[in-house]
């Protein structure tokens, strides 16, 4: 499944609100960890094994009042949400450990 850049606050409240688990990365487009994980996340979004996941991408200079309201203060930083709640926050760039978070969350965990 492809990755939805999200162009609104509207988009961004309308995303987290989908049925499911719903993820979204908050990149700075200038930062380079954000540049480093960014293809990670567009290759887990392509992946089957994800496939229960709607992925989006905010960009958080370009989005500023969705990001305020999402409470990002650095990116790169990934929420979770399932049914409109936040369920879980990664803030970092390690592969591993957002693979990890996003198995627990498939898993039920």
């Given at each position: 499944?492809?990755?939805?850049?999200?162009?609104?606050?509207?988009?961004?409240?309308?995303?987290?609100?989908?049925s499911?688990?719903?993820?979204?990365?908050?990149?700075?487009?200038?930062?380079?960890?954000?540049?480093?994980?960014?293809?990670?996340?567009?290759?887990?979004?392509?992946?089957?094994?994800w496939?229960?996941?709607?992925?989006?991408?905010?960009?958080?200079?370009?989005?500023?009042?969705?990001?305020?309201?999402?409470?990002?203060?650095?990116?790169?930083?990934?929420?979770?949400?399932?049914?409109?709640?936040?369920?879980?926050?990664?803030?970092?760039?390690?592969?591993?450990?957002?693979?990890?978070?996003?198995?627990?969350?498939?898993?039920?965990?």
């Amino acid at each position: 499944m492809p990755i939805t850049v999200i162009k609104s606050e509207d988009e961004y409240l309308r995303a987290i609100k989908e049925s499911g688990i719903t993820a979204v990365e908050f990149v700075a487009p200038w930062d380079e960890s954000c540049k480093a994980i960014s293809p990670k996340f567009q290759e887990y979004s392509d992946n089957p094994r994800w496939k229960d996941i709607h992925f989006y991408k905010l960009d958080i200079c370009d989005q500023q009042d969705a990001a305020m309201t999402a409470h990002v203060d650095m990116a790169p930083t990934f929420h979770f949400y399932r049914d409109g709640a936040k369920i879980k926050e990664y803030v970092g760039s390690s592969y591993p450990a957002l693979e990890r978070t996003m198995g627990a969350l498939v898993s039920g965990h």
